[in-house]
T-cell receptor
Framework: GAVVSQHPSWVICKSGTSVKIECRSL??????MFWYRQFPKQSLMLMAT?????????EQGVEKDKFLINHASLTLSTLTVTSAHPEDSSFYIC???????????FGQGTRLTVV | AQTVTQSQPEMSVQEAETVTLSCTYD???????LFWYKQPPSRQMILVIR??????QNATENRFSVNFQKAAKSFSLKISDSQLGDAAMYFC????????????FGKGITLSVRP
């Protein structure tokens, strides 16, 4: 399958700072990328859908001013957690797909710890 | 709205035995896809198997097969000859047809394999 690379794998940041997570499709052009949040032993919760060149569509209850998503190219989407707080600590996962592709390909995930 | 239900939070199987993981879904769409994803302790999401709704034949991938009952909206995963490496969380997922539609996940099931 296609390769999606997510960086960093883990990050620790201080409360009040911002952190950026990158999601890259390495061998295909991803017209759509999805960002998920996952708590331990729980399912993936979709945060937002981003289409290349368009504003992201956020799921209900997700603060768009706190979780800034940019999808400026067909190979890169970024999630910026602004003014992070300890409750933002979680595992964040991206996935990418493209028109005509049935499955979505997942990045390795990023473990964010806010201290 | 589409929903995916995995009612068993945990299951255990003896190595070399067979286990079946249950999943039901609800949709009013006629064009859709169903998936089983595996998430090992590394937390990398791995596609195990997929089923197109229009296909009557059940999908098979080596030791993994599904029992797709469209009328009953049931999509169970059978793992034959279970191996220690099969221990993971398994998620059933649905997405409707069309370009770039999002995945809807079940709550997941934790499978343990006894040596």
């Amino acid at each position: 399958g296609a390769v999606v690379s997510q960086h960093p794998s883990w990050v620790i940041c201080k409360s009040g700072t911002s952190v950026k997570i990158e999601c890259r499709s390495l061998d295909f052009q991803a017209t759509t990328m999805f960002w998920y949040r996952q708590f331990p032993k729980q399912s993936l919760m979709l945060m937002a859908t981003s289409n290349e060149g368009s504003k992201a569509t956020y799921e209900q209850g997700v603060e768009k001013d706190k979780f800034l998503i940019n999808h400026a190219s067909l190979t890169l989407s970024t999630l910026t957690v602004t003014s992070a707080h300890p409750e933002d600590s979680s595992f964040y996962i991206c996935s990418a797909t493209s028109a005509g592709v049935i499955e979505a390909f997942f990045g390795q995930g990023t473990r964010l710890t806010v201290v | 709205a589409q929903t995916v239900t995995q009612s068993q939070p945990e299951m255990s199987v003896q190595e070399a035995e067979t286990v079946t993981l249950s999943c039901t879904y609800d949709t009013s769409e006629s064009d859709y896809y169903l998936f089983w994803y595996k998430q090992p302790p590394s937390r990398q999401m791995i596609l195990v198997i997929r089923q197109e709704a229009y296909k009557q034949q059940n999908a098979t991938e080596n030791r993994f097969s599904v029992n797709f009952q469209k009328a009953a909206k049931s999509f169970s995963l059978k793992i034959s000859d279970s191996q220690l490496g099969d221990a993971a969380m398994y998620f059933c997922a649905y997405r409707k047809g069309g370009a770039n539609s999002k995945l809807t996940f079940g709550k997941g099931i934790t499978l343990s394999v006894r040596p």
